[in-house]
């Protein structure tokens, strides 16, 4: 039997696993603290529960992510400390992120996320790794089609030039 052949979980992590993890941590640690940030900005109530469902669902990969890290013998990467919460009216106009614009960084992320999830589960040898990118992957694309009916219902929605066939133009 080789070295692939038991469980999962005793496998040694190859480079591009710890990388990946390691990494992945990080930019959620950012994200939390932005769209913490960010909530602090937001008007629109739908928006604000997604925000806090992204946040949540964040911090239960953390977890995940943590977990496999300290049983490797992986320092963690750094996180910054949380938001203070803030009253929406006491930011600035000209300062404030509007909606829309939260709305498109929340859905980019979750578009970037797909795509590394995806990455993920195709690079691991572990199982195990595979199977978690696979369920982070499914809760993004929940995630994600919440904002895509959000973006749609308040217009918020910036779909890219459509291609017109030269003989629709008859």
């Given at each position: 039997?080789?070295?692939?052949?038991?469980?999962?979980?005793?496998?040694?992590?190859?480079?591009?696993?710890?990388?990946?993890?390691?990494?992945?941590?990080?930019?959620?640690?950012?994200?939390v603290?932005?769209?913490?940030?960010?909530?602090?900005?937001?008007?629109?109530?739908?928006?604000?529960?997604?925000l806090?469902?992204?946040?949540?669902?964040?911090?239960?990969?953390?977890?995940?992510?943590?977990?496999?890290?300290?049983?490797?013998?992986?320092?963690?990467?750094?996180?910054?400390?949380?938001?203070?919460?803030?009253?929406?009216?006491?930011?600035?106009?000209?300062?404030?992120?509007?909606?829309?614009?939260?709305?498109?960084?929340?859905?980019?992320?979750?578009?970037?996320?797909?795509?590394?999830?995806?990455?993920?589960?195709?690079?691991?040898?572990?199982?195990?790794?595979?199977?978690?990118?696979?369920?982070?992957?499914?809760?993004?694309?929940?995630?994600g089609?919440?904002?895509?009916?959000?973006?749609?219902?308040?217009?918020?929605?910036?779909?890219?030039?459509?291609?017109?066939?030269?003989?629709?133009?008859?």
């Amino acid at each position: 039997m080789g070295i692939m052949s038991r469980n999962p979980k005793e496998e040694p992590l190859h480079y591009g696993e710890v990388f990946t993890i390691w990494s992945h941590l990080l930019s959620n640690n950012g994200m939390v603290a932005a769209y913490q940030t960010l909530y602090n900005h937001t008007g629109d109530q739908e928006l604000l529960k997604i925000l806090e469902e992204a946040i949540v669902g964040i911090e239960e990969e953390n977890k995940k992510l943590k977990e496999i890290l300290k049983v490797n013998g992986v320092g963690l990467p750094p996180a910054p400390p949380e938001r203070p919460n803030a009253r929406r009216d006491d930011i600035p106009v000209g300062a404030k992120f509007m909606d829309p614009e939260i709305s498109a960084k929340l859905s980019a992320d979750v578009a970037a996320g797909l795509v590394a999830c995806s990455t993920a589960m195709g690079m691991s040898t572990r199982e195990d790794i595979a199977y978690m990118y696979g369920q982070f992957h499914m809760a993004k694309a929940q995630l994600g089609a919440k904002l895509l009916r959000l973006n749609k219902a308040r217009g918020w929605l910036v779909p890219p030039p459509l291609q017109v066939s030269p003989h629709d133009e008859r």
